[in-house]
């Protein structure tokens, strides 16, 4: 009887090289293991989306997270704004790069069906924030290579950062006294040094 790695590369008419690449497209998990490796991806604080977030937030903007109100629940909201920004990664939401065009070998037929679901219910979630008067965003993950030119595309779609102070604004509008001084911040009592154990 031969060996299970001799059986594989010896097959009639196909070459080593053929029968690795074979091999390499069958899964190595259970169908248990892969169930619990895809119900471990996140959707909501996501590497690319945080790096967005920390790029806005460094560039004096603010905003609310994951809108339960908004259609779509969009990854950062600014409500007075009526702005909405969505990150999406490029596999999950097939994107024109090559990682949204990878087509995985191992149950092609779910993930097309997958795909181009997520793909129809991003165009409905975009016509009805526009419905709503909303405008939408997106940042695609392949995008965060370049943040300088990600920072100056949200920066033209967000236009200038609101400044909050003193003085300014409209808080004074909204009951607001902003001449009262402020009351110094409590520090914790380990501040001092004496830090618990």
């Known amino acids: 009887m031969q060996p299970l790695a001799m059986a594989r590369f010896s097959r009639p008419g196909i070459g080593a090289v053929a029968a690795r690449s074979m091999d390499a497209m069958v899964d190595s998990l259970t169908r248990d293991q892969r169930h619990k490796v895809m119900a471990n991806i996140k959707g909501k604080d996501t590497k690319p989306e945080m790096t967005v977030r920390r790029l806005l937030f460094a560039q004096g903007y603010r905003y609310r997270l994951h809108a339960a109100g908004l259609p779509g629940r969009p990854d950062i909201v600014f409500g007075a704004r009526h702005k909405a920004i969505f990150v999406n990664g490029c596999f999950w939401h097939s994107h024109s790069c ?81 001449h009262l001084p402020l009351a110094p911040r409590m520090r914790p009592p380990y501040a001092q040094g004496n830090r618990p154990i």
Request: net charge negative; proline share 6%; with cysteine.
């Open 98 to 178: 090559p990682s949204g065009t990878h087509k995985p070998q191992t149950n092609p037929e779910f993930w097309e069906a997958k795909r181009s679901r997520t793909v129809e219910r991003d165009a409905r979630v975009l016509a009805l924030l526009h419905e709503l008067g909303w405008e939408a965003f997106t940042v695609w993950e392949c995008e965060l290579k370049s943040l300088d030119a990600v920072s100056a595309a949200l920066g033209a779609f967000l236009g200038p950062p609101r400044q909050s102070g003193t003085g300014t604004g409209n808080s004074t509008s909204q009951g607001v006294n902003n």
